[in-house]
Structures are given as C-alpha cells and as structure tokens.
C-alpha cells in the first residue's frame, strides 16, 4: 500500500487544508459578511447543482476510472479517453434545453417558499456543468495515478477563492447578487485549471469513433449517474427540500452542522482519491486476494483516523457554538446524528469503489433506489413537522441502511467483509472516550477549552492504538514521522 499511504497523507493533508479554509468560511466569514437568507441561498443553489451533478457528467468521472486500467493498447486508450469528453454533452445539451424552454416552470416550482430563489435558477445548472467536467478532468489525472493537485483543486482552491469573495462582500466592493453568481465563474475557472493540467498529464488525440466495447460503456454510465445522482441525493437533498418547506434561513443553520460533521469523511475522501483506480486494476485483473486484504486495511485504517476525528467533533462540538452566533446552535442534533452515520460510513473502506468497478455496480442502482424514494418520503413528513432536526433524521436512517446494504451486498457477491476484532476494540475505545471527556470542560475561553481538551484525549487515543498495534499500517506510518523528526 506504499502509493496508497503517500498519496492518502498527501491527499489528507491537501483536504483538512481545505476543510480548514472552509470553516472559516462556513462558521465565521458566511455567518457574519452575509445575511442568513443569502448564506441559505447559497448552500441550497450549491447543493441543487451538487445532485445533478452526476446527470451532467453522465457517469464519466465514474467509467474513465473502470475502463481506463482495462486497455492495453495505447490506441484504444486514445480513443477511450476521446469518448469521454464528449460523451457528458448527451446530457448538458438536453438539459439545459429543457431548462431553458421550462424555466417558468422550474423557477416557480422551486421558489414556491422562498422568493429569493428565482432569480438564481440558471446558476444551478451553470454550475452543475462546471462541476461535472471537473470530475471528469481529476478521474482523467487520477487513472494516471496523479490524484495530489487535483485533491488540491477540489478541496482548496474554490474555497480559497470564495474566502476572498466573501471579504469582497465585506469591504463592499460587490453585493450579494453578485457574489452569487460570482460563484458560478469560480467553478468554471476551477474546471478549466483542472483540465489544463489533465491535458498536460495526458493530452488527448481527438477520434470521432466509438471504442470497441462502447455499448457496455454506454450501459455502465447510464447506471451510475442514476448511482452517483441516489448518493448525492441522500447527500444534499435535505438542503434542497428545507429550501422548499421552511424558511431558507435554516438551510444555513443546518449548512453549518453539516459541514462540521463532514469533517469526518476527510480521511476517506484523500484515501478513495487513489484507492478507487486500483480497486479497479484488482477487479480487472480477478486479484481477489488482494482486493480483500486493501478492502479490511483500508476499512480499519479509516476507522482508526475518523474515529479520533469524530471524538474531535463530539467531544468538542458544544465550545465550538458559542463562537458563533446563537442562532445556528439549533444544528447541535444535527452534528451529532450526521457525524455517526459518516463514521459508519467511513468503516466500509474500499466498499464503494468495489461496487461501482464491479459487474454488480447495477445492485447500487436498485438499493439507492428504494433508498432515495425513503430519504424523500421521511424528509416529506419529518421536515415540515421537526425542521432540521427532522432533515438529520431522515438522512441518518437512509445512509445508514444505504451503507449496510451495500456491506450485505460486497459480502454476498465477493465474500468479503471489512471488519476484524481490531474493529471491534475501536468501537470500545470510542466508547470509553465519549464517556469519560464528554462532560469534562476546562472553565476557560471556548478556544482553549478545545485546545486542551484535545491534545489530551488526543495523546491517549493514539498511544493506545499504537501501542495496542490495532494497525499495522497506521503503526509504520508513526514509526516513520518519528524516524524523521529524531
């Protein structure tokens, strides 16, 4: 797992970086230089554009990473990598038609609660576009096993330009309406550095022809944008439909509980960068053994690490609201319910890179299926009745059962599973710790409290697991940073 750890800690360091700059932006500079209105404006447009993402990508991001490994000849390779750029116009071109002969429709339907809405419409789809050739650009950087600047487009660049917009607003020098379609160039210009540096990794030799197997390409990409679009929606629909049935200012409160517990998925999101295209060389090649073994590594090694992250959040999460305004401790349920449902996620390692390289990728459509239609149907009858909190609910149970589901499936269709008894004594470790730190508190100022708080619990929980070797990988990785420092 050598190119795994290096990239995975390149990776990790590039998107805590981001998270960092994104929580300035999400809890102080969006809470204090925008309205509460046009900050919900802001996370339910970005969270719209977010699910179709997929749609708009048709699935490419998702097949380039499948098919890529599967190529031998530097032609076909070609020819393969042609295809994909054009093959996400299918659905932009359609769809944006639609948009545009539709837009009253679609304007007033969305707005029906909250005005404000639509005027922005056209940014949602805008963006989407822009999000969709990012993907397509960083899987093209990422099947030549180049994931680290991409990883760095992803996760810092846009919030970095943001952060600089946001001050624009403060200092006056643009509005509000501006800064909202401001956003819409910012994930352009994104697009366009991430293509550069693609071409320039691999510059592709333009063929008008279809690739010898493009009928199963063609299968392959219609089935994961309906995949990738389910587990977007059980992602942001929550966002989306608060917009719809309450006040918009609530997507802002429930905005910053979600970005606060997503801070767990940190660890998985730099580790999938390089593990998803060789999951799919192991799947190509039939390298079962192989696959298993980085299948429970890569499941007890993110265990380990967004385990102590979401003690970080938990443990923590009650000093971290009094620093911002009072109004947005309403999302403390919130960051709760959504940090446990990602840190089951995060158990399941390498599990969703399986499915989708996999022949049985179809079984993520039919379970995210009957799992989106859930997601909607609780967020229906839960938000209108509890708010954010009733938007928590609905998404913990559907991610939940979505990710157990897709465990039952791994193990059915490949006979194995990401757990082992180190599994098990992590689980009690996490235990043992949110019992005994989560009612202690310094009486000092929030920040130092934090600060504390942290590096103590902090020093015990990775003494204990390296000194427990719960992970060989986790253990070389520390015998390593000491080697270097003495």
Same mark, same amino acid.
């Given at each position: 797992? *050598?190119?795994?750890?290096?990239?995975?800690?390149?990776?990790?360091?590039?998107?805590?970086?981001?998270?960092?700059?994104?929580?300035?932006?999400?809890?102080?500079?969006?809470?204090?230089?925008?309205?509460?209105?046009?900050?919900?404006?802001?996370?339910?447009?970005?969270?719209?554009?977010?699910?179709?993402?997929?749609?708009?990508?048709?699935?490419?991001? /998702?097949?380039?990473?499948?098919?890529?490994?599967?190529?031998?000849?530097?032609?076909?390779?070609?020819?393969?990598?042609?295809?994909?750029?054009?093959?996400?116009?299918?659905?932009?071109?359609?769809?944006?038609?639609?948009?545009?002969?539709?837009?009253?429709?679609?304007?007033?339907? $969305?707005?029906?609660?909250?005005?404000?809405?639509?005027?922005?419409?056209?940014?949602?789809?805008?963006?989407?576009?822009?999000?969709?050739?990012?993907?397509?650009?960083?899987?093209?950087?990422?099947?030549?096993? %180049?994931?680290?600047?991409?990883?760095?487009?992803?996760?810092?660049?846009? %919030?970095?330009?943001?952060? $600089?917009?946001?001050?624009?607003?403060?200092?006056?020098?643009?509005?509000?309406?501006?800064?909202?379609?401001? $956003?819409?160039?910012?994930?352009?210009?994104?697009?366009?550095?991430?293509?550069?540096?693609?071409?320039?990794?691999?510059?592709?030799?333009?063929?008008?022809?279809?690739?010898?197997?493009?009928?199963?390409?063609?299968?392959?990409?219609?089935?994961?944008?309906?995949?990738?679009?389910?587990?977007?929606?059980?992602?942001?629909?929550?966002?989306?439909?608060?917009?719809?049935?309450?006040?918009?200012?609530?997507?802002?409160?429930?905005?910053?509980?979600?970005?606060?517990?997503?801070?767990?998925?940190?660890?998985? %999101?730099?580790?999938?960068?390089?593990?998803?295209?060789?999951?799919?060389?192991?799947?190509?090649?039939?390298?079962?053994?192989?696959?298993?073994?980085?299948?429970?590594?890569?499941?007890?090694?993110?265990?380990?690490?967004?385990?102590?992250?979401?003690?970080?959040?938990?443990?923590?999460?009650?000093? $971290?609201?009094?620093?911002?305004?009072?109004?947005?401790?309403? *999302?403390?349920?919130? #960051?709760?319910?959504?940090?446990?449902?990602?840190?089951?996620?995060?158990?399941?390692?390498?599990?969703?890179?399986?499915?989708?390289?996999?022949?049985?990728?179809?079984?993520?459509?039919?379970?995210?299926?009957?799992?989106?239609?859930?997601?909607?149907?609780? /967020?229906?009858?839960?938000?209108?009745?509890?708010?954010?909190?009733?938007?928590?609910?609905?998404?913990?149970?559907?991610?939940?059962?979505?990710?157990?589901?897709?465990?039952? #499936?791994?193990?059915?269709?490949?006979?194995?599973?990401?757990?082992?008894?180190?599994?098990?004594?992590?689980?009690? #470790?996490?235990?043992?710790?949110?019992?005994?730190?989560?009612?202690?508190?310094?009486?000092?100022?929030?920040?130092?409290?934090?600060?504390?708080?942290?590096?103590?619990?902090?020093?015990?929980?990775?003494?204990?697991?390296?000194?427990?070797?719960?992970?060989?990988?986790?253990?070389?990785?520390?015998?390593?940073?000491?080697? %270097?420092?003495?």
């Amino acid at each position: 797992m *050598g190119i795994v750890v290096r990239q995975s800690i390149q990776n990790t360091i590039t998107t805590y970086i981001g998270f960092a700059v994104g929580a300035l932006n999400t809890l102080f500079l969006y809470t204090n230089f925008l309205t509460d209105e046009y900050y919900g404006l802001v996370g339910f447009l970005l969270s719209a554009a977010t699910i179709m993402t997929p749609l708009m990508a048709f699935g490419v991001h /998702n097949t380039l990473v499948k098919f890529y490994s599967s190529y031998e000849d530097l032609t076909q390779r070609n020819n393969f990598l042609s295809f994909m750029i054009y093959l996400p116009l299918l659905m932009i071109i359609p769809v944006g038609l639609i948009g545009v002969f539709a837009y009253e429709s679609i304007s007033s339907f $969305l707005s029906k609660e909250n005005e404000v809405i639509s005027s922005y419409v056209p940014s949602i789809f805008l963006i989407a576009v822009a999000m969709a050739y990012f993907e397509v650009f960083y899987a093209w950087s990422k099947v030549h096993m %180049r994931s680290v600047f991409g990883n760095f487009m992803k996760e810092v660049f846009h %919030r970095v330009v943001i952060m $600089l917009l946001l001050f624009a607003v403060y200092f006056e020098l643009i509005d509000a309406n501006e800064f909202v379609w401001s $956003l819409v160039g910012v994930y352009f210009l994104r697009a366009v550095v991430m293509k550069l540096y693609a071409y320039k990794l691999k510059f592709p030799r333009i063929i008008f022809k279809f690739p010898k197997n493009s009928k199963q390409i063609f299968t392959y990409s219609s089935m994961i944008i309906v995949a990738g679009s389910i587990a977007l929606v059980l992602l942001d629909i929550d966002k989306v439909m608060i917009g719809k049935y309450i006040p918009i200012e609530n997507v802002a409160y429930y905005n910053v509980a979600i970005f606060i517990a997503m801070v767990i998925i940190v660890p998985a %999101r730099a580790m999938h960068q390089i593990t998803y295209p060789i999951t799919a060389e192991l799947l190509n090649s039939r390298n079962w053994e192989e696959l298993e073994n980085l299948y429970k590594k890569s499941s007890l090694t993110l265990f380990v690490i967004s385990g102590w992250v979401f003690l970080m959040i938990v443990l923590n999460v009650n000093q $971290l609201y009094e620093l911002i305004p009072n109004e947005y401790s309403t *999302g403390l349920f919130v #960051v709760l319910l959504i940090s446990i449902s990602k840190l089951f996620d995060n158990l399941l390692g390498i599990n969703n890179a399986i499915l989708y390289n996999s022949d049985y990728y179809k079984w993520t459509v039919v379970l995210g299926v009957l799992l989106a239609i859930l997601t909607i149907t609780l /967020n229906v009858i839960f938000i209108p009745k509890y708010g954010i909190n009733g938007a928590a609910v609905a998404t913990f149970l559907s991610l939940f059962l979505y990710s157990l589901a897709k465990i039952i #499936v791994v193990k059915i269709k490949f006979n194995m599973h990401p757990f082992s008894k180190e599994t098990l004594k992590v689980s009690l #470790v996490l235990g043992l710790f949110y019992a005994l730190f989560y009612l202690w508190d310094f009486q000092f100022h929030p920040i130092v409290n934090i600060g504390l708080k942290s590096l103590i619990f902090s020093l015990v929980y990775f003494i204990l697991m390296y000194k427990g070797k719960i992970s060989n990988d986790i253990n070389s990785l520390f015998d390593a940073i000491v080697k %270097r420092i003495f």
